[in-house]
């Protein structure tokens, strides 16, 4: 089972163990709580709340240099007619999408951020100040994550599930007055990015997915190795604990206080593994601990999309590899070159795409590129879009050190 966790969520050694023996022992901890419920709240809960996400938020973005706005924009409770679910829970009150703005020079293009799967806008702290020199950045925590607003996730089909989120980015868009910018999707948020430009591509000028998700399904991809390892007794649990949609975020909750020292080990060993030597400093790594911690332990919601996303083994339920021929948006892909998301995906949609696309990887960088190396993440941002900065020296040239595949 460790080897299996360390495979599906791409976990260090002693976290998989942790996590594993977690599993095993939940029975234990289903028959103790009773018990538990008895101790006092201080050794069993560390508190968190959107308020509690947005201090943390401010503490870690307080590293960066260049000024910046954050709002909770206000998206309704529904667009009106709309079948989604993401407004259906015990009352109708408006749901809000936490952003923060970074303002550039007059005239600058609008770069709108997008994370992945378990994370939020505050990942991309590496790269803001650098990226608002030449952009008007905005960074969106998508509904149900981070400081946005938590609805109860009521869907029950990758068709809604897909709504929940593209809906509600496109409300965002409306709240904000938006309309021609590049948009950057991370992992999870690549998918959604990809599904948005393709639902709404007249607002979207280009397309920068770094290290998506969902290009192609488990048919696809014909793994036999995953059939042989779903017959042993370790992956029919792991497909159970999938299809029963239990996520890493229930661990960090159930872990009570040792939630955040849980968070720290994998902070410390994540973002070191594949770095170019900018490791992350003692503060950094501090504070975006604390702030992952609270993103993960507040209230389940759209962590809850998991299953009805992919199968088992992140395999996309509807993969964008079967859009690739509708794609309208001219696309940049980032991989590191460590990135256990395969660039394989990407090749085989290029060649069936009718518009510009260009594939980069970025050595020395795992799935999380913009945080392993953030220089060379950012030299592959612009000059995937070199076309907004016609008059920067040498912005036609692929920057050293980058891979174009």
Same mark, same amino acid.
């Given at each position: 089972?460790?080897?299996?966790?360390? @495979?599906?969520?791409?976990?260090? @050694?002693?976290?998989?163990?942790?996590?594993?023996?977690?599993? +095993?022992?939940?029975?234990?901890?289903?028959?103790?709580? !009773?018990?538990?419920? =008895?101790?006092?709240?201080?050794?069993?809960?560390?508190?968190?709340?959107?308020?509690?996400?947005?201090?943390?938020? !401010?503490?870690?973005?307080?590293?960066? !240099?260049?000024?910046?706005?954050?709002?909770?924009?206000?998206?309704?409770?529904?667009?009106?007619?709309?079948?989604?679910?993401?407004?259906?829970?015990?009352?109708?009150?408006?749901?809000?999408?936490?952003?923060?703005?970074?303002?550039?020079?007059?005239?600058?293009?609008?770069?709108?951020?997008?994370?992945?799967?378990?994370?939020?806008?505050? $990942?991309?702290?590496?790269?803001?100040?650098?990226?608002?020199?030449?952009?008007?950045?905005?960074?969106? *925590?998508?509904?149900?994550?981070?400081?946005?607003?938590?609805?109860?996730?009521?869907?029950?089909?990758?068709?809604?599930?897909?709504? &929940?989120? /593209?809906?509600?980015?496109?409300?965002?868009?409306?709240?904000?007055?938006?309309?021609?910018?590049?948009?950057?999707?991370?992992?999870?948020?690549?998918?959604?990015?990809?599904?948005?430009?393709?639902?709404?591509?007249?607002?979207?000028?280009?397309? /920068?997915?770094?290290?998506?998700?969902?290009?192609?399904?488990?048919?696809?991809?014909?793994?036999? &190795?995953?059939?042989?390892?779903? #017959?042993?007794?370790?992956?029919?649990?792991?497909?159970? =604990?999938?299809?029963? +949609?239990?996520?890493?975020?229930?661990?960090?909750?159930?872990?009570?206080?040792?939630?955040? *020292?849980?968070?720290? !080990?994998?902070?410390?060993? @994540?973002?070191?593994?594949?770095? *170019?030597?900018?490791?992350?400093?003692?503060?950094?790594?501090?504070?975006?601990?604390?702030?992952?911690?609270?993103?993960?332990?507040?209230?389940?919601?759209?962590?809850?999309?998991?299953?009805?996303?992919?199968?088992?083994?992140? $395999?996309?339920?509807?993969?964008?590899?079967?859009?690739?021929?509708? &794609?309208?948006?001219?696309?940049?892909?980032?991989?590191?070159?460590?990135?256990?998301? +395969?660039?394989?995906? #990407?090749?085989? #949609?290029?060649?069936?795409?009718?518009?510009?696309?260009?594939?980069?990887?970025?050595?020395?960088?795992?799935?999380?590129?913009?945080? *392993?190396?953030?220089?060379?993440?950012?030299?592959?941002?612009?000059?995937?879009? @070199?076309?907004? $900065?016609?008059? #920067?020296?040498?912005?036609?040239?692929?920057?050293?050190?980058?891979?174009?595949?």
């Amino acid at each position: 089972m460790r080897t299996a966790l360390r @495979r599906w969520y791409k976990l260090p @050694r002693d976290l998989a163990t942790q996590m594993a023996d977690e599993i +095993n022992s939940s029975a234990a901890v289903t028959a103790t709580a !009773k018990s538990r419920s =008895l101790w006092p709240s201080v050794l069993r809960w560390i508190p968190t709340s959107t308020d509690h996400i947005i201090a943390a938020e !401010k503490r870690l973005l307080s590293l960066l !240099k260049t000024p910046y706005v954050q709002e909770q924009v206000n998206i309704g409770s529904g667009p009106p007619g709309s079948r989604i679910r993401w407004f259906r829970s015990a009352s109708d009150e408006p749901r809000f999408i936490n952003t923060v703005t970074f303002d550039a020079k007059e005239g600058a293009p609008t770069l709108v951020m997008v994370h992945g799967y378990g994370a939020s806008q505050g $990942f991309f702290f590496r790269n803001f100040d650098a990226l608002a020199a030449r952009f008007r950045v905005v960074a969106i *925590d998508q509904l149900g994550w981070g400081g946005s607003s938590r609805p109860d996730f009521t869907c029950k089909s990758t068709e809604e599930t897909e709504a &929940w989120f /593209i809906d509600s980015f496109e409300e965002w868009r409306k709240s904000k007055n938006l309309s021609n910018f590049v948009l950057l999707g991370h992992s999870f948020g690549g998918y959604v990015a990809a599904k948005y430009a393709l639902k709404h591509p007249e607002h979207v000028q280009h397309l /920068i997915l770094v290290g998506p998700a969902g290009f192609s399904s488990e048919t696809e991809h014909r793994s036999e &190795w995953l059939t042989r390892f779903r #017959a042993t007794w370790k992956g029919a649990i792991l497909n159970h =604990l999938w299809e029963s +949609n239990f996520t890493p975020q229930k661990i960090v909750r159930g872990l009570g206080p040792w939630g955040p *020292d849980l968070v720290r !080990k994998y902070t410390s060993a @994540r973002f070191g593994s594949y770095s *170019d030597g900018s490791v992350l400093t003692e503060d950094e790594s501090r504070l975006l601990t604390d702030y992952i911690y609270h993103t993960l332990a507040a209230k389940a919601s759209g962590e809850l999309c998991l299953k009805y996303i992919f199968s088992f083994g992140a $395999f996309a339920r509807k993969p964008l590899l079967q859009c690739a021929s509708e &794609w309208k948006v001219p696309t940049t892909f980032i991989y590191g070159h460590q990135d256990w998301m +395969n660039y394989q995906g #990407a090749h085989e #949609a290029r060649k069936q795409m009718k518009v510009p696309c260009e594939i980069i990887r970025v050595p020395q960088a795992g799935h999380f590129v913009f945080i *392993d190396n953030p220089n060379a993440f950012l030299s592959a941002v612009f000059y995937g879009c @070199r076309m907004f $900065f016609p008059y #920067a020296p040498g912005s036609n040239s692929l920057p050293e050190g980058l891979e174009s595949v």
